[in-house]
């Protein structure tokens, strides 16, 4: 079994890769090749969550374990923990143990990046973030990748942690400003990227014909947007069963005003079974609620590049 440790993850997987990758787990999940096993996630008090997320596609079996510590950043150290163990899907052999922090931020960032690829309008030029944690800088970079943004304006519940993503948008080339959640209005795609239990983007801050990329809300009780917001949007996820779950759809299903059988899987889209966005002024709205599946595809690839250079460290088990 190869242990490839967190250092290594930079040096093996780029966004691109995990663009690519994302893309194809989407696909596959589309086609009936691939799936998500339950999601266990636990609340472990003071803010923690730790849980399992796995699944099976062809070439990959495995499992990603860890959470989120929000006490860690006053440590130095992020506040999303995890690694991924990879199996043999024909033997069940273990082959891996891959860090998964670096990894978890790619494709995240990278489902993001992808539905605003897919949904949002052509002409899509500012672009909007609610959070400014770790994963931000990761969202932010991966959406300049997919559109000629112009600008980017940005909203945190703590604004002095906007200054950080400021620093990435000014390495991109991107005017930047902090702004009240009233000024949203002005962006034609809308990254929410919170740990928030409450919702903070409501309707009156959202223009007709935006796309909106959800990314914060991974577990139950977590929610980010208006549920009145959310039933009104065309509503595009990476899984149905976890969107209504532990997804930003959850408190709109709960309370009636979205149907599970109106939410589609971003894997439509890309396989074109699903048109996408209809008109130029529905909102559309991608619920990300991260998916094992994300985690083996990006995993398989570290795993792949350490074994051809060597890389890692060989245990016995
Ligand atoms: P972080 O701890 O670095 O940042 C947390 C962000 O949430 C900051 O912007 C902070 O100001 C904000 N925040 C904290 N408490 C808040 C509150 N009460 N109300 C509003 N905002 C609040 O976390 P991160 O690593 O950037 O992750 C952000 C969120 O994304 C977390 O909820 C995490 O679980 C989630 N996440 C989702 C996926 C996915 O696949 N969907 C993957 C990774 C992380």
């Known amino acids: 079994m190869l242990i ?39 609340a472990l008090g003071e803010g923690r969550q730790y849980g399992f997320k796995s699944g099976i596609m062809p070439g990959a079996l495995g499992v990603k374990s860890g959470g989120y510590f929000p006490g860690n950043a006053a440590r130095g150290m992020i506040n ?19 860090g998964g922090n670096l990894l978890t931020a790619l494709r995240t960032a990278a489902a993001s990046a992808i539905s605003i690829d897919r949904l949002a309008r052509p002409e899509a ?11 931000a800088q990761f969202q932010l970079r991966a959406a300049a990748r997919v559109r000629r943004f112009e600008r980017v304006i940005a909203w945190n519940l703590h604004p002095e942690m906007l200054p950080r993503l400021g620093a990435v948008a000014a390495e991109l080339g991107l005017p930047f400003e902090a702004v009240p959640l009233e000024r949203m209005v002005e962006a034609d795609a809308i990254i929410t990227i919170t740990s928030a239990p409450a919702a903070s983007l409501m309707a009156p801050h959202v223009a007709p014909g935006t796309h909106l990329a959800c ?27 976890q969107s209504i779950t532990i997804g930003e759809a959850q408190h709109a299903v709960a309370a009636g005003s979205l149907r599970a059988e109106a939410i589609t899987p971003l894997g439509e889209v890309l396989t074109g079974a699903h048109p996408g966005r209809r008109s130029p002024d529905e909102i559309t709205l991608f619920d990300g609620t991260g998916v094992g599946l994300q985690d083996l595809a990006v995993a398989g690839i570290a795993l792949r590049r350490a074994e051809e250079r060597g890389l890692g460290i060989e245990v016995l088990v």
């Open 80 to 98: 999303h923990q995890s690694v991924v163990i990879l199996f043999d899907p024909e033997t069940g052999v273990p082959r891996a143990m891959v």
């Open 4 to 42: 490839i440790p967190e250092s290594l993850i930079a040096d093996l997987v780029t966004p691109e890769d995990a663009h690519a990758a994302v893309e194809a787990a989407f696909a596959a999940m589309a086609e009936g090749e691939a799936r998500n096993f339950p999601v266990v996630r636990e």
């Open 215 to 241: 990314m914060g809300t991974d577990t139950k009780g977590k929610q980010e947007v208006d549920p009145a917001l959310v039933a009104s949007a065309r509503v595009f996820t990476d899984e149905v069963a």
């Open 125 to 135: 030029r500012v672009l909007g973030i609610v959070g400014a944690g770790h994963q």
